[in-house]
Each structure stands twice: as C-alpha cells, then as structure tokens.
C-alpha cells in the first residue's frame, strides 16, 4: 500500500493555465506538506498544514494555494502557469515532528 | 533564515570503504534532524533520523548530531555500488513545529566498484 501517493505523477500544460496536484497520505499523519523541487535539485518547503494552521513561505508567490478537504488530504492548485513553475513537486506527511514521509513526486513541465 | 549547508561532491568512495557525509545548520532551535537519500528521478528516501546530541546507528549507517558546533554527519561503513546516489541532511523546525524541513542542497556520493 502507497503511503503518501500523488496524482499525476507528469503534468504537462501551456504557460497561463490552472492546475491542480492532488495528495493523500493513508498513514495516519496530522501534518501534511507540499516541497517543489528545482531543476538544480533543491528542495524546498512551500506549504506545511494540520487542522490548526497553515504555513506558508513567505517566498511562494500567491498563484499557489494548498487545499484540504480533510486530514487525509492536501491538494495544490495553482493559477496562471509560468515558466518557472517547471519543478518537481513533493507531497509529504508526517506526525508531529517525526520523520517526513514523501510522495513519489509529480513532474510539471511548462511550454 | 535558516540554512543548512553540505559540500554539493560529487564525493568519490571506493566499495567497502567508509563514506563521510557532513552538514552544518544555522537554526539553534531546532529539535530533529533527518538524512534522506536520494537516487535520481526518485523521491526522497528517510535513512537516518537523530534528535539529541551523540551517536545513532542502524545497521551500516550511523548518524552523528553535535548542537554545539551545529554539526550533522552521516557515515556508512562498507559502502556498497548501491549507496550511490544524493545524500540529503534536513532539519526540523524550532520547537517541533508545523513548519516543514529546511534541506541542504544536497552531496551527491559515487561508490567505484
């Protein structure tokens, strides 16, 4: 059984669409998190989320929005593709602070 | 900010030999630190996790925490071809909070036959 599973796993669209990658975690875990992962490697926090609050780094520009329909999920949607937005996007969960268990990832390429 | 700092490699071993992989972090605050490996076009993968200063080992590897010197190592004995692959030090948030981990860029580790 897939612990924390993405969907899709590629996502290729035109500059200036709406998208969404969808998330869901079957571990039982309270926080939920969404990381993109640039074409250097680097891996970043965008979103972190539980019932009580939401985090946001301050650096993620606003087109990007975390959605939760309930603790087991933890959908992105972002507005107004742009180029840059090419990364690889990580959905991860995790109890407390204990470790981060990571989706497979979802590769989103822009033309 | 926080930061986390690891010297990118690539970091050459020869098989059977010990691998040493360090990482130094700014947040003082922080309770827990993690090494996730990572092989190319995967996901990050959970190695080691260590939250209070001293050793922790599991089976080959064995993670070092020094909060003093802000101080993360990672080393793994009898490294094998399969260990190849980016070695990536993480910490947690201050206070054990909601916020998510803040990454190194990661040491990308070759093991020669």
């Known amino acids: 059984d897939t612990a924390v599973s993405q969907t899709p796993k590629y996502l290729v669209t035109q500059m200036g669409n709406d998208k969404s990658i969808k998330c869901e975690q079957n571990l039982g875990h309270d926080t939920m998190y969404w990381y993109k992962q640039d074409s250097k490697k680097f891996l970043k926090i965008m979103f972190s989320?539980?019932?009580?609050?939401?985090?946001i780094n301050e650096t993620v520009p606003n087109r990007f929005s975390p959605k939760s329909p309930d603790k087991a999920h933890l959908n992105l949607h972002i507005n107004s593709l742009e180029l840059g937005d090419s990364a690889v996007y990580f959905c991860?969960?995790?109890?407390?602070?204990?470790?981060?268990?990571f989706g497979d990832g979802t590769r989103l390429s822009i033309l | 900010q926080k930061e986390v700092e690891q010297n990118s490699g690539p970091l050459s071993v020869p098989e059977g030999a010990i691998a040493s992989l360090n990482c130094t972090y700014s947040d003082r605050g922080s309770q827990s630190f993690f090494w996730y490996r990572q092989y190319s076009g995967k996901s990050p993968e959970l190695i080691m996790s260590i939250y209070s200063n001293g050793d922790k080992e599991d089976g080959r590897f064995t993670a070092q925490l020094n909060k003093a010197s802000q101080y993360v190592s990672l080393l793994i004995r009898d490294s094998q071809p399969s260990d190849s692959a980016t070695y990536l030090c993480a910490q947690g948030p201050s206070g054990g909070g909601a916020d998510g981990l803040t990454f190194g860029k990661g040491t990308h580790l070759i093991i020669q036959p």
């Open positions: 989320y539980n019932n009580k609050e939401l985090i």
């Open positions: 991860a969960s995790s109890k407390g602070n204990q470790p981060q268990h």
